[in-house]
């Protein structure tokens, strides 16, 4: 019989395994903290501390007010939720396109088609050649250099085939008796199995791209369609951050320290990705263990 009894020890050791994970969890969520309190700190408060403020007496939305009421902020927004939406789909479609061919081992080449995929993900082409063939195929200053260079992630491919390998090939031949072709048994047979490892790849996709920065700065001349990322980048490195938020009205702007405004586009930056990471966790889990290894 098992003996369900703890002794002190164990409790011992479960207090330091809580006590552990608590501290981690209070050291991860500090800078997250930090960052709100300075968004949300007057300017008199935060040069009273030093700069260092953990525990404001007052607080303030004026730079939340001003950035807002910005040119470039709501501006850089738009663009980065539409180049999120836009490239996560566009990447799920690809990616699912080209793994689902590929997990079918009859399929004529298949062998060759993943060597040569593979040997992308382990030699790229470089960022000069990529910048070339962008100016070359009419790319450049374009909404769609943010996509289309990184249309298929070779690693996130290779998850997704091996997923669609590990699906009973039972139901795909029931679904072709019933007389379903190979694009209808895959949108409406396979993609529906496959909720959690298409959730997973889609969250990886979109914080990626609500992320990037280097494509635009590198495709894009145009400052209009900057994603927030970039103008983050461009606040953090330039000492005059009225100018580069290009205000309405800078007088009042530059009543505030540039730390606040910086601290709070960091927060409106962050914000979407925070509410949406809770409702595809439960994904995560399941997804990637199961697409990961051929069982």
Sequence with gaps: MVNFDRTPMDRLVD?????????????????????????????????????????????????????????????????????????????????????????KKFVPGRNGFLIAIVFTMLFSGGIIPTYLIVRAVGLYDSFWALIIPSLVSTFYMLIMKTYFENLPSELEDAAKVDGCGDVSTLFRLVLPLSAPIVATLGLFYGVGHWNSFFPAIMYLSDRNWHPIQVVLRNMIQSPNVSQELMSTDIASLTQLPPETVKMATVVLAIIPIILIYPFLQKYFVKGMLIGSVKG
């Excluded at 994970?21 to 968004?39: C, R």
């Design 15 to 103: 207090g330091l395994i809580y006590f552990s994970l608590g501290l981690f969890a209070l050291m991860t969520l500090f800078p997250l903290y930090y960052v709100f309190v300075v968004s949300i700190t007057p300017y008199t408060e935060v040069v009273r501390h030093g700069g260092f403020v953990i525990f404001p007496s007052q607080w303030t939305w004026s730079a939340y007010e001003e950035i807002l009421s910005s040119q470039r902020i709501p501006r850089a927004l738009g663009v980065t939720v539409l180049v999120t939406t836009v490239g996560t789909l566009m990447n799920l479609v690809f990616t699912m396109l080209v793994a689902y061919p590929l997990s």
